[in-house]
């Protein structure tokens, strides 16, 4: 066992390393750079933009620029803004709170969706409810997030005004109105999220329900209902942790276009800016902090499904 | 100068404030116009004290050190907490006004400017604002290596002193008649607490900082020691929207009160919305323009660039693209058709393909040539609406012209900073944020892209800064206009102001000469 966290850990530190050489090294191939946007300023020069690459330390080396901001990281000091002279860490910190509640907020409004849907298909397969949920689950694939979140929009708070456009309130400031504002961002990223895991789930829980156990269950005198969701969810919740995990892993892209419908503060919002402003320290920050995010997310997974799966524990174990 | 990461593009100069002695009041009053519309400037309503304004932008407040300043927005945001030695007001027009500063006046050879300053001035902390610190204030954004954005404009500082506490001296190396306009850009701070600018700023506006997070919000609350009357609003709340429609929506909802920038698309039916209004002043104070390498390729012929010239077809630009808020430029006068500066009698430039087609010939331009319109991805749609429109024309005379869209940064390497060769290549751009006389600073060498370098243009100018009466300036800037006319350095699409959305009880909202937005006499009506 310990062996197993020992190497999962060696290789999520693996993937965060090679990660950032790649984050670093995309940023400084790509044209333009920090300076870049002063190049329209009125009578700024060449001379004086160089002057200022100097300064930044952007005339060196890629190596020696990535070796530097390393040696930063590892101290957790992630650099600082180009423009507002913010440090990385204080601008990420701003925005982490809004977008983990939109990610955790999204998360529970998918499974809240998937979950009993998945269980409603495993007690009635390949019936008109199966069809017509999962072409849902299909329809919830194929439509893009902005045009859901613009629907949504244009009903519930234009229409009704039941919930605000756009807007964001911390929960330690107004518990209730920080729900309203995020209701509608997690809907439409809930909406995102279910669709998959709904697909994925219906497959695994058909899958275990035509197991010897289930139908054993069944023959002992459970009722189907109970045999489904005592016995065949569990199982087939397993496999599906992993793929959650996956999904809520890689939300930033989606979520980054969440939060422009929405004007949600997010991480998302502040890497579009890094982007567009060729921010290296905060772009590089926000990104890392993703990757790692994802890498971490990965991690937790799997050492959850050994925690809980006593199969994968006797695998461990011989 | 709008959306995501849109940047100050190049900034030129505008409307003409000129600027004698200042007399006036204290540039504070009661009333506030109510001006919501190019026809409807003139009306006066009175504001009642009180209210929180929720502003959106689709750019974001970066910072708020006023001489590091590089995205327009900053530049509507700044006033309100940064004060000047003097100012344009609602009520004066293109007259530059007393504000730090009472009155000035200069020598004869309009070298040396001595400024009186208001008695007893403060920063929001309640420390004095005295003559040393507004030297030192102006000596930092002279100073070439703080790289300010107005700097350019100014003519070159000698010296900067504070003789006795209640005057300030500025010594100019040739001669600066509009000094006193270009200081109404230049924000007076503590240079002193620079170290906290971006956390807790000591101000000197009529509204200090409550609380500021980088591109996300600035929430600001009235400065009790600012020297003029306290502004009607109790807080103003400047937040980023990130997508630019979607704060429309916002807008239309009442969630957010203004916004900064509405998209020309959404102009014209706001404009049909009777709770909401749209701001865009009744005097145009900013050129959107087409810039062309003088120095490289075919536009390096005069002929070619006012083949160009009369190839845009400026009334339907400003119809289909700015929602027929704008002036149509029949001549390509950078000085706006409102100036009492404009000079009668240029050389028209209608729109005429055939006319373009001959000039284009003569420049070597001929039918199947190619040309680029180099535009920015994510930006001002409406520049690829102009290459659009400009596209078709030129269709119809041969010329194919190819418009490419880069994201932003990728957009600006070609052509900026100035004396970069960009052959054959059409930039659409807009040039704003200075008064007149001073924007048309905006094409001396190493100012515009476009490379223009005239050697009776830029004399010109130097003397109309020289100039010791009026009709001597008016008389040099008359030259300047000509050439410039002849020259075609850039041709103009359209003299517009970059329209705000606002609720229609929210009012006073103005444009001021430079062409910038201006919330510091906002207020709700009574």
């Known amino acids: ?318 | 100068m709008r959306r995501l990461s849109v940047l100050w593009a190049s900034i030129g100069a505008l409307a003409l404030g000129l600027s004698a002695c200042g007399g006036g009041g204290d540039g504070s009053t009661v009333e506030a116009p109510a001006e919501t519309s190019q026809s409807d400037t003139t009306a006066s309503t009175t504001l009642a004290q009180g209210g929180e304004a929720t502003i959106a932008s689709a750019q974001g407040v970066s910072q708020l050190d006023p001489y590091k300043i590089l995205f327009a927005f900053e530049g509507v945001v700044h006033p309100l907490m940064w004060a000047t030695l003097t100012q344009y007001t609602p009520e004066g027009g293109e007259t530059v006004e007393p504000n730090l500063a009472t009155e000035w006046e200069a020598s004869a050879d309009q070298k040396t400017w001595t400024f009186t300053l208001r008695p007893d001035l403060k920063t929001s902390t309640g420390e004095p604002l005295t003559s040393d610190k507004i030297a030192a204030s102006l000596e930092r954004a002279f100073d070439p290596e703080t790289a300010f954005l107005w700097a350019i404009f100014i003519p070159k500082v000698a010296a900067v002193s504070a003789p006795d506490e209640s005057t300030v001296e500025i010594k100019l190396k040739t001669p600066g008649r509009y000094l006193p306009a270009a200081l109404t850009k230049i924000s007076i701070m503590d240079v002193d607490e620079l170290g906290k600018i971006n956390r807790s700023p000591a101000v000197t506006g009529p509204y200090k900082v409550a609380k500021f997070t980088p591109d996300q919000s600035l929430e600001l609350v009235p400065n009790e020691h600012y020297h003029g009357d306290p502004p009607k609003l109790d807080k103003l709340i400047f937040t980023k929207a990130q997508d630019a429609t979607a704060a429309v929506t916002s807008l239309r909802a009442g969630e957010v009160q203004a916004l900064w920038s509405v998209p020309w698309t959404d102009v014209r039916e706001l404009d049909g919305n009777s709770d909401v209004a749209i701001t865009t002043g009744d005097k145009p104070a900013q050129n959107g323009l087409i810039l062309t390498d003088n120095t490289s390729g075919v536009f390096k012929d005069v002929k070619a660039r006012q083949a160009l010239a009369h190839a845009v077809d400026r009334q339907s630009i400003v119809d289909a693209v700015y929602a027929g808020r704008g002036d149509v430029p029949t001549t390509n006068n950078p000085v706006f058709q409102w100036s009492d500066l404009v000079t009668d009698g240029l050389q028209e430039y209608d729109f005429d393909l055939d006319k373009a087609k001959e000039l284009f010939a003569e420049a070597g331009v001929t039918e199947g040539s190619e040309l680029t319109f180099w535009a920015p991805a994510g930006a001002y749609p409406e520049w690829t609406s102009v290459g659009e429109l400009l596209q078709k024309d030129l269709e119809t005379i041969g010329i194919n012209l190819k418009i490419e869209t880069n994201e932003i940064s990728q957009w600006v390497e070609p052509f900026a900073p100035a004396g970069k060769k960009f052959p054959d290549m059409i930039v659409p751009n807009i040039y704003g944020g200075m008064p007149l006389p001073l924007n048309l600073s905006s094409w001396v060498p190493g100012v515009c892209e476009c490379n223009f370098d005239n050697a009776d243009y830029n004399k010109a100018l130097a003397d109309a800064q020289a100039a010791t009466d009026d009709d001597a300036a008016k008389a040099a800037l008359a030259t300047a206009q000509k050439v410039f006319n002849e020259q075609v350095p850039v041709a103009l699409t359209v003299q517009t102001s970059i329209p705000v959305g606002h609720v229609s009880d929210l009012q006073g909202i103005w444009i001021d000469p430079s062409g910038l937005s201006r919330f510091d006499r906002a207020g709700y009506v009574e």
């Open chain 1, 1 to 318: 066992m310990m062996r197993f966290v020992i190497r999962r850990v060696a290789v999520s530190v693996l993937m965060l390393w090679l990660a950032s050489v790649v984050i670093f090294v995309t940023l400084r191939v790509i044209p333009g750079d920090p300076i870049a946007a002063r190049g329209t300023l009125p009578g700024f020069t060449a001379e004086q933009m160089a002057q200022l690459r100097h300064e930044l330390g952007l005339d060196r080396s890629i190596l020696a620029q990535y070796l530097d901001w390393m040696s930063g990281v590892l101290r957790g000091d992630f650099g600082q803004s180009f423009f507002s002279d913010f440090s990385t860490t204080e601008l990420i910190a701003t925005r982490i709170v809004p977008s983990v509640e939109l990610a955790l907020m999204a998360t529970l409004v998918g499974l809240l969706i998937a979950v009993p849907a998945a269980v409603a298909i495993a007690l009635r397969p390949h019936s008109w409810l199966d069809r017509v949920l999962s072409s849902g689950a299909a329809g919830g694939m194929a439509v893009p997030p902005f045009w859901l979140g613009i629907l949504l929009v244009a009903f519930l708070s234009i229409e009704l005004g039941w919930f605000p456009t756009r807007g964001y309130v911390p929960f330690v400031e107004d518990p209730l109105e920080n729900l309203r504002f995020v209701a509608l961002p997690a809907v439409t990223m809930g909406v995102v999220v279910a669709a998959p895991v709904l697909r994925f789930l219906r497959a695994a829980l058909l899958d275990v329900t035509r197991s010897d156990f289930v139908r054993t269950a069944e023959g002992k005198g459970l009722l189907w209902h109970e045999a489904v969701v005592r016995h065949a969810l569990p199982n087939a919740l397993m496999p599906t942790l992993t793929f959650v995990g996956m999904v809520v892993g890689s939300m930033l892209g989606g979520i980054v276009v969440i939060e422009y419908v929405f004007g949600w503060p997010g991480l998302g919002a502040l890497a579009v800016d890094s982007v567009g402003k060729r921010d290296y320290a905060v772009l590089q920050g926000v990104v890392l902090l993703a990757a790692a995010a994802f890498v971490l997310t990965s991690l937790v997974v799997d050492l959850l499904s050994v925690v809980i799966d006593p199969r994968l524990r006797d695998q461990m174990s011989t």
